[in-house]
């Protein structure tokens, strides 16, 4: 298998402040992760691909600058939600891709943003 | 568009029974195909990946995959009700803007009833 740590698994953060999420494969290097963006009982909704080394590619309607992506080894992806307000509130999910065996997910980081 | 279309259910089944999902796809260049579980409040966890046309078995889990019906299934044998969750079809797009990513079904809900 693999692991796929996420780190805070919750935070509530008044309106206007940055969140800073990490995403953590701890048992392989991923040149790979994602961040999904998941709204209850909705599905999963893609918003970038993280690229060791090179800039994050982002999803048609994902604003580049107000979600911050940084894959600064091959181990560790973050994700900083900057000015943060109530519509952002969500349940974001980070993945790693481990070759071809797929991908595996982080257990989630719940933000409320009050 | 790529798609990928499963029935959103909900399906019940006894205990002890067998569980049948059903997933279909519209990129006929996808090679690899998906399952994920997903409980409810927590992040999808990868059961079964599949890759060549046939059956794949792991446990009590079996997936199948046609491609030349662009269909892949997942049974469930002996079904417990720790088996109750969603569960999330996936293939990986085969070429495009898109290509690598995973294209996500809209899950079906399983439950399992004693």
């Known amino acids: 298998g693999a692991v796929v740590s996420q780190h805070p698994s919750r935070v509530i953060c008044k309106s206007g402040t940055s969140v800073k999420i990490e995403c953590r494969s701890l048992d392989f290097q991923a040149t790979t992760m994602f961040w999904y963006r998941q709204f209850p009982k909705k599905s999963l909704m893609l918003m970038a691909t993280?690229?060791?080394?090179?800039?994050?590619?982002?999803e048609q309607g994902v604003e580049k600058d107000k979600f911050l992506i940084n894959h600064a080894s091959l181990t560790l992806s973050t994700l900083t939600v900057t000015s943060a307000h109530p519509e952002d509130s969500s349940f974001y999910i980070c993945?790693?891709?481990?070759?071809?065996?797929?991908?595996?997910f982080g257990p989630g980081t719940r933000l409320t943003v009050l | 568009q790529k798609e990928v279309e499963q029935n959103s259910g909900p399906l019940s089944v006894p205990e002890g029974a067998i569980a049948s999902l059903n997933c279909t796809y519209s990129?006929?260049?996808?090679?690899?195909f998906f399952w994920y579980r997903q409980y409810s409040g927590k992040s999808p966890e990868l059961i079964m990946s599949?890759?060549?046309?046939g059956d794949k078995e792991d446990g009590r889990f079996t997936a199948q995959l046609n491609k030349a019906s662009q269909y892949v299934s997942l049974l469930i044998r002996d079904s417990q009700p720790s088996d109750s969750a969603t569960y999330l079809c996936a293939a990986v797009n085969a070429g495009g803007t898109s290509y690598g990513k995973l294209t996500f079904g809209q899950g079906t809900i399983l439950t399992v009833h004693p």
């Open positions: 993945s790693a891709r481990k070759g071809a065996e797929g991908e595996f």
């Open positions: 993280s690229n060791e080394g090179s800039k994050a590619t982002y």
């Open positions: 990129d006929r260049g996808s090679q690899s």
């Open positions: 599949i890759y060549s046309n």
